[in-house]
């Protein structure tokens, strides 16, 4: 490329980025400006005019200036986009993902707040999240369009709308069903009366999560079964099953169990507080459990239908989660352990300090211990044993993390520890005794430094079986860009247990509706084919009669 090719390069880069960020300002300001005024129709009718003079001036110029330059623009930019190269560059799929999302997430909590302020009986508020909602309804419905158009739709991104809306449908609906759960089942524990809010039956605000509950799953299905979200996979689609549906799915679990857990065991062994206050966790600890394991489970087993990589990152998330669980735990115990040592008299404070360390580590304990394995060593006894180069590499990964956290908190803990200490020596005596001030950091350290050593250990044994084996390499392929028109997942797996590298699959057109070639049959063969090849790149096409060629590629 020439000096002067790659300065037009830019130019153009440069002048769309600026363009569609110019557009998605105007789009917003005119949303602005057209939901004061809708607002202002809904409240007063035709009295536009009211008090608030600086506020309908702001809506008419919003509307009336913002929303022309935005159609103006709009206008030049859709005209640009019968050539390709305008619709394969990065900012027209970045503005079309941007304003899909922003658009769907202030339409759909807009209207749904409206149901819920209507359900309540709250006659004026309703008005105003209902304007919001209808003109960025009417945002989204846009660009959907813009983003389905068969003939300037975004050729880059175009997975980004789907991933998004339906995580985001996940999220608002997980959270719908809890708290419509948690007052169900505090109505059930604790009383009718004791559930209801100032001024309100508890029957209400149950209804009120339901409707978001329902807006949530509507949102969600309507991109992952209906865009078809739950078939996409590639980079963006992996890290939002793993971060979503299993990092934060497990934590939900996990965290309500722990809850429940505390709460019978306070229950059992301290009672020191009044039945209705040991109970009030109880019911948003059940409901987060219940919710939090449909959604893990689930998305545990889209993980285990994936590639290697998805499963065993999804088991490696799994084990992390639950690490974490048991760790603070057993820094939880240690730091109530100190607790009643330094004061035998200690009371009911520390007692219930142990029980909730126990209770964490129970809940956290049993979960890495069935997801972890530690007795198990076939995954270190050859590459391809138990998940092959992908699992291995996942291990070093996760051990690599481990250790980085493990020393942050390691660090930390140890500069409280020290300032705690010097603050004592240095004749401050009004945290208690030295013990009492440093038993938390104390506990957290100890917690730490199990951790570290154990996955220290499990590092070196596992590096050790590498190199005795003498399988300890860099991989011979760096990326491989598989090009088929079968089911890709086979094939996917196939690569990835055999050479440890990424994959991109790309879709062929010119496949017919037939059977096609058997994709086990295949997966067999490319894992032999791949056996010697090196390269940086390498390009693998299975044509529809299902002969396999593997081409190395330069740079």
């Given at each position: 490329?020439?000096?002067d090719?790659?300065?037009?390069?830019?130019q153009?880069?440069?002048?769309?980025?600026?363009?569609?960020?110019?557009?998605f300002?105007?789009?917003?300001?005119?949303?602005?400006?057209?939901?004061?005024?809708l607002?202002?129709l809904?409240?007063?009718?035709t009295?536009l005019?009211?008090?608030?003079?600086a506020?309908?001036?702001?809506?008419?110029?919003?509307?009336?200036?913002g929303?022309?330059l935005?159609a103006?623009?709009?206008?030049?930019?859709w005209r640009?986009?019968?050539?390709?190269?305008?619709?394969a560059?990065?900012?027209?799929g970045?503005y079309?993902?941007?304003a899909?999302v922003?658009?769907?997430?202030?339409?759909?909590?807009?209207l749904?707040?409206?149901?819920s302020?209507l359900i309540?009986?709250?006659?004026?508020?309703?008005?105003?999240?209902?304007a919001?909602g209808?003109?960025?309804?009417g945002?989204?419905?846009?660009?959907?369009?813009?983003?389905?158009?068969?003939r300037?739709?975004?050729?880059d991104?175009?997975?980004?709308?789907?991933?998004?809306g339906?995580?985001?449908?996940?999220?608002?609906?997980a959270?719908?069903a809890?708290?419509?759960?948690?007052?169900?089942?505090?109505?059930?524990?604790?009383?009718?009366?004791?559930?209801?809010?100032?001024?309100?039956?508890w029957?209400?605000s149950?209804?009120?999560s339901?409707?978001?509950?329902?807006?949530?799953?509507?949102?969600?299905?309507?991109?992952w079964k209906?865009d078809?979200?739950?078939?996409?996979?590639g980079?963006?689609?992996?890290?939002?099953?793993?971060?979503v549906g299993?990092?934060?799915?497990?934590?939900?679990?996990?965290?309500?169990a722990?809850?429940v857990l505390f709460?019978?065991?306070?229950l059992?062994f301290?009672?020191?507080?009044?039945?209705?206050?040991m109970?009030?966790?109880l019911?948003?600890?059940?409901?987060?459990?219940a919710v939090?394991s449909?959604?893990?489970?689930?998305?545990?087993g889209?993980a285990r239908?994936?590639?290697?990589?998805?499963?065993?990152?999804?088991?490696?998330?799994?084990?992390?989660?639950?690490?974490?669980?048991a760790?603070?735990?057993?820094?939880?115990?240690?730091?109530?352990?100190?607790?009643m040592?330094?004061?035998?008299?200690?009371?009911?404070?520390?007692?219930?300090?142990?029980?909730?360390?126990?209770?964490?580590?129970?809940?956290?304990?049993p979960?890495?211990?069935?997801?972890?394995?530690?007795?198990?060593?076939?995954?270190?006894?050859?590459?391809?044993?138990?998940?092959?180069p992908a699992?291995?590499?996942?291990?070093?990964?996760?051990?690599i993390?481990?250790?980085?956290?493990s020393?942050?908190v390691?660090?930390i803990t140890?500069l409280?520890?020290?300032?705690?200490?010097?603050e004592y020596?240095?004749?401050?005596?009004?945290?208690?005794?030295?013990?009492?001030?440093?038993?938390?950091?104390?506990?957290?350290?100890?917690?730490?430094?199990?951790?570290?050593?154990y996955h220290?250990?499990?590092?070196?044994?596992?590096?050790?079986?590498?190199?005795?084996?003498?399988?300890?390499?860099?991989?011979?392929?760096?990326?491989?860009?598989?090009?088929?028109?079968?089911n890709?997942?086979?094939?996917?797996?196939?690569?990835?247990?055999?050479t440890?590298?990424?994959?991109?699959?790309?879709?062929?057109?010119?496949?017919?509706?037939?059977?096609?070639?058997?994709?086990g049959?295949?997966?067999?063969?490319?894992?032999?084919?791949?056996?010697?090849?090196?390269?940086?790149?390498?390009l693998?096409?299975?044509?529809p009669?299902?002969?396999?060629?593997?081409?190395?590629?330069?740079?």
């Amino acid at each position: 490329m020439t000096a002067d090719a790659a300065a037009g390069s830019a130019q153009r880069t440069v002048r769309r980025l600026i363009t569609y960020l110019l557009l998605f300002a105007l789009v917003v300001v005119a949303a602005v400006g057209l939901s004061g005024l809708l607002e202002r129709l809904l409240v007063a009718g035709t009295e536009l005019a009211t008090a608030d003079v600086a506020g309908l001036a702001r809506s008419l110029a919003f509307a009336l200036i913002g929303g022309p330059l935005a159609a103006l623009l709009w206008w030049v930019v859709w005209r640009r986009l019968a050539d390709d190269t305008e619709r394969a560059s990065v900012g027209w799929g970045l503005y079309v993902s941007g304003a899909y999302v922003v658009s769907l997430v202030v339409a759909t909590t807009n209207l749904l707040s409206t149901l819920s302020t209507l359900i309540a009986g709250q006659s004026q508020q309703w008005r105003t999240s209902l304007a919001a909602g209808v003109v960025w309804a009417g945002v989204w419905v846009w660009h959907r369009w813009m983003w389905r158009h068969p003939r300037k739709r975004p050729l880059d991104l175009t997975e980004v709308p789907t991933l998004l809306g339906a995580y985001f449908g996940l999220v608002i609906g997980a959270g719908g069903a809890i708290a419509a759960l948690s007052t169900l089942f505090d109505a059930a524990l604790r009383g009718a009366t004791t559930a209801a809010t100032v001024g309100k039956p508890w029957w209400v605000s149950a209804l009120q999560s339901l409707i978001w509950a329902a807006g949530g799953a509507l949102v969600w299905w309507w991109h992952w079964k209906h865009d078809g979200g739950r078939r996409l996979r590639g980079g963006l689609a992996n890290v939002a099953l793993i971060a979503v549906g299993v990092l934060g799915a497990g934590v939900l679990t996990l965290g309500g169990a722990g809850v429940v857990l505390f709460v019978l065991l306070r229950l059992a062994f301290d009672r020191t507080d009044a039945m209705d206050v040991m109970l009030e966790p109880l019911a948003p600890a059940v409901a987060a459990a219940a919710v939090g394991s449909l959604v893990w489970v689930y998305h545990r087993g889209l993980a285990r239908d994936s590639s290697e990589t998805i499963r065993q990152g999804s088991r490696l998330v799994t084990s992390g989660v639950a690490l974490v669980a048991a760790a603070s735990g057993i820094g939880v115990i240690v730091n109530a352990a100190l607790a009643m040592a330094a004061t035998p008299l200690a009371g009911s404070g520390a007692r219930t300090l142990l029980l909730g360390g126990i209770s964490s580590l129970l809940v956290g304990g049993p979960v890495w211990w069935l997801t972890w394995k530690p007795l198990d060593r076939t995954s270190l006894a050859a590459p391809g044993a138990a998940g092959g180069p992908a699992w291995l590499n996942a291990r070093r990964v996760y051990l690599i993390v481990v250790f980085g956290v493990s020393a942050v908190v390691a660090v930390i803990t140890l500069l409280v520890i020290g300032f705690r200490m010097f603050e004592y020596y240095l004749g401050d005596l009004s945290g208690g005794s030295l013990v009492e001030r440093i038993r938390a950091p104390l506990g957290l350290l100890v917690a730490t430094g199990l951790v570290a050593g154990y996955h220290f250990a499990v590092w070196r044994h596992q590096r050790a079986v590498l190199t005795a084996a003498g399988t300890v390499r860099k991989s011979s392929i760096g990326h491989v860009l598989l090009v088929t028109g079968g089911n890709p997942a086979p094939l996917h797996r196939a690569i990835e247990e055999a050479t440890g590298a990424g994959v991109t699959v790309w879709r062929r057109a010119d496949v017919g509706t037939g059977p096609g070639p058997d994709a086990g049959r295949l997966a067999g063969e490319l894992a032999g084919r791949l056996e010697g090849v090196t390269g940086n790149r390498v390009l693998v096409t299975v044509s529809p009669d299902g002969t396999i060629d593997v081409i190395p590629l330069l740079g």
